[in-house]
């Protein structure tokens, strides 16, 4: 059975909110053509596969591995696509690895070149034919279209030295795939529920490594008089766990009501998005404008028949520009006991929403929260990539004027 990385919120979660992919079969075929493609051709550069994935001229076909299936899928791909040109004598080559096929309303395949992870293809007219059964794992697509994003030409014609690689048709997208647990027999489901994994087997996490440290308070910090914080994970983590018991607020915190959500939730189920944690404590340094923001309570995620029961809870968000994140402790029950340490749920991206400062506050609206990158904590088990979108957290806190 697959053991799980600690790594994120809820996909750190330690390992455990989140249970790891089910090992899959299938394929992810894509009939090359578009100008893309003759774009690349055109310049010399050569398609070929890696690590089980294979390239032809007229085709690509990738080797599902695991994924999860409910609502949408997520279906990670065995090996990878390299392209390959000579330029002055010298070959150059760019890896496209970690792909992962994202099928939903919007839809794309993702991957990663060096440490960098973002979408390389954009997939079109996908509803039309997807077919997706959380029961049995089932997931499939006939004729999607494929082209690259502008983010994966500007980076392959750069890295290549092209004259040119417009983002545009790349081929057809064709999936036929089977996601299902270890221990299934003859390749069924392995379990029932729908939603994200329905087939796992009960996940096994390890128990949380070395705790970050607790963030340094300035000489000139002062004591916060009061904070508020709201966090929203991954709707699509909420669903899977609601194909099970859902969750639970406990010592304090609290719910939104069911539907409601800080953060835009695509449309579903109404379920309860956001959760909200009392304030235990802070500090804030307005010289530098970092903080330290501590809360009580936890929810608890519970999803017995996949073997998931797991609190996060006591979070701790640090508001030091660039490099802000949320720590929580984790702890649980069964196979999720990740050991009642700390860890780095999620990095925020806090220089993309500039606060509302007015004397004596200060307020944070909807800070994108990501899986965080780097370190041990940072890989839930190849599902959740470092880099990975994962909900939105929201604060704000008060503090003596002149103190």
């Known amino acids: ?35 893309a493609v003759k774009s690349l051709r055109s310049q010399g550069v050569e398609l070929a596969g890696f690590g089980g994935a294979s390239a032809r001229r007229k085709r690509v076909v990738l080797r599902v591995g695991s994924g999860l299936v409910s ?49 390389i293809f954009r997939l079109e007219a996908v509803t039309k034919t997807l077919s997706l059964d ?18 994966a030409a500007r980076l392959i014609k750069k890295r290549l030295r092209l004259r040119r690689l417009p983002a545009r048709a790349f081929g057809r997208l064709t999936v036929d795939a089977l996601v299902r647990g270890e221990d299934a027999p003859g390749g069924g489901s392995g379990g029932g529920g729908g939603g994200p994994g329905a087939g796992d087997g009960p996940p096994v996490s390890e128990p949380v490594g070395d705790e970050p440290p607790v963030l340094a308070r300035p000489a000139g910090a002062v004591d916060l008089t009061g904070a508020q914080i709201s966090w929203r994970p991954k709707p699509s983590f ?81 508001l030091t520009g660039a490099s802000s ?15 009642n340490k700390r860890a780095v749920m999620v990095d925020l991206d ?25 370190g041990s904590q940072s890989v839930f088990a190849d599902f959740y990539a470092p880099g990975d979108t994962f909900g ?8 003596p004027v002149g103190a």
């Open 238 to 318: 909420i669903r899977y766990v609601n194909s099970g018991e859902g969750t639970s607020v406990f010592a304090g915190a609290t719910a939104n009501p069911p539907g409601a959500a800080e953060c835009p939730v695509e449309a579903g189920p109404a379920l309860v998005y956001s959760f909200h944690f009392p304030f235990t404590w802070g500090w804030y340094d307005p010289a530098t404008r970092t903080a330290g923001v501590y809360f009580g309570g936890g929810v608890r995620f519970r999803y017995t028949a996949h073997g998931i029961d797991l609190d996060a809870k006591e979070p701790e968000v640090e």
């Open 134 to 151: 959380s029961r049995t794992g089932a997931a499939s697509v006939r004729g999607a279209a494929v082209s690259l994003t502008r983010a």
């Open 392 to 399: 939105c957290i929201s604060v704000s806190f008060t503090y």
């Open 1 to 35: 059975m697959k053991r799980l990385l600690c790594a994120l919120a809820l996909a750190c979660l330690a390992a455990a909110l989140a249970p790891g992919a089910a090992s899959a079969a299938g394929t992810t075929t894509i009939d090359l053509r578009g100008k």
């Open 325 to 339: 994140r949320a720590i929580f402790r984790l702890d649980g029950r069964g196979d999720t006991n990740p050991g």
């Open 350 to 374: 806090t220089p993309a929403i500039p606060p509302v400062e007015l004397p004596g506050s200060v307020s944070y609206e909807r800070i994108p929260a990501t899986i965080p990158v780097g």
């Open 71 to 119: 609502s949408t899928a997520l279906l990670n791909q065995r090996g990878g696509l390299v392209l390959r040109r000579r330029v002055a004598g010298r070959r150059r080559t760019v890896e496209l690895g970690r792909l992962q096929v994202r099928l939903g309303r919007s839809s794309e395949i993702a991957g990663q070149v060096g440490a960098r992870r973002f979408a």
